[in-house]
């Protein structure tokens, strides 16, 4: 939708490459990604936006691709798919947001993923799990 391009996946599976202002599966909404959400011009941040079910709706690529956050003048934390050379999926959780974790492919792109509220990202199993409860 909305002028996107589709390609094709392994498996008889697609992917649509979204314009910039549209994102979802198949770019059906407009991108939530509001101007400068990263911060000044001068900062370099590009906002990825992540979608409206998820618990966060954007996130910076700061830096570069050094450093990802919620704003590129504010708390950052390391990209983690920087130190990801291999081109297989790996999965890291973020510090910004329990839910959010990113999929990295051996670039320094990160795929910005969320689990289904009230899951989390669990690094011991590598996937959403239920959240540990502390008393």
Known sequence: MN??????????????????????????????CPPNACGSSSS?????SIGYNSP??????????????????????????NNVKES??????LKLNPSVYVLCDGTNKPQIK????PLVYSEAIGDCDWAEYKK
């Open 88 to 93: 297989k999926d790996i999965k890291f959780g």
């Open 56 to 81: 966060i709706n954007h996130l910076c690529w700061c830096q570069k691709g050094q450093s990802i956050g919620l704003d590129c003048n504010k708390t950052m934390e390391t990209n983690p798919c």
């Open 44 to 48: 370099g941040g590009v906002c990825l």
């Open 3 to 32: 002028g996107a391009r589709c390609v094709d996946m392994p498996e008889s599976k697609y992917k649509c490459q979204c314009r910039i202002g549209f994102t979802g599966n198949h770019c059906e909404n407009k991108d939530v």
């Open 114 to 117: 969320f689990c289904q509220h």
